[in-house]
């Protein structure tokens, strides 16, 4: 029997749901999380119920490897320890799931554009981006512009606000430290293109 993390009073479940809706869950059968935990391993278990799901977190990144570890059993789920932008994968995903990662690209030693072009070549049919809005190391008008501009078709764009916000206080990024609120999310469900 599957034990999965309860999700359900969480906002990100409430964004996943959200995000993918239009989407035929059933048909996805491989699926991947780049920057895996417990609440996005979940979360994908929960709304892809006929996949099997390879969660990648960065090597020795105890915070996540131990709680996902703890939280969940599933025979539909594979850990991987790998780093996204030092990694080729080879196989061929219907889903990926890009929960809360574009922000801590800084925090193992890569930069937003590597880390955000390297999940760009990892060849899936969906995309979903969620990312917190106020995140100063996040650029969304840089990520929106270059899957245009490579004719990606962004299906839905959604702002979520945050019920439980949180403070960052002095975030590090390159010679400044920032700090923010974590008031809003925000979404991209996005598609490959046909020629990709």
Not at 4 to 18: E, F, G, M, S
Not at 36 to 49: D, E, I, R, T, W
Not at 170 to 182: A, G, R, T
């Amino acid at each position: 029997m599957e034990k999965l993390y309860n999700t359900a009073r969480t906002i990100h479940d409430k964004i996943v749901k959200d995000m993918t809706k239009r989407l035929n869950n059933a048909e996805i059968k491989k699926v991947i999380d780049a920057g895996s935990g417990k609440v996005s391993a979940s979360l994908l278990l929960k709304y892809f119920p006929n996949s099997m799901v390879d969660a990648i977190i960065f090597p020795g990144d105890n915070r996540k490897k131990n709680p996902l570890y703890n939280a969940i059993s599933s025979d539909r789920l594979e850990i991987f320890e790998a780093d996204v932008c030092q990694t080729t994968f080879r196989k061929h995903y219907d889903f990926c799931l890009v929960h809360c990662t574009l922000g801590e690209a800084h925090n193992f030693g890569n930069h937003f554009t590597d880390l955000f072009h390297h999940i760009m070549d990892i060849n899936s049919k969906y995309y979903l981006f969620v990312d917190v809005l106020e995140d100063p190391c996040v650029h969304f008008r840089y990520l929106e512009q270059w899957l245009k501009e490579k004719g990606y078709k962004i299906i839905r764009k959604k702002k979520f606000r945050n019920p439980h916000p949180e403070h960052y206080p002095k975030v590090k990024y390159d010679k400044y430290k920032l700090e923010y609120d974590s008031k809003h999310f925000l979404a991209y469900l996005v598609a490959r293109s046909e020629n990709k």
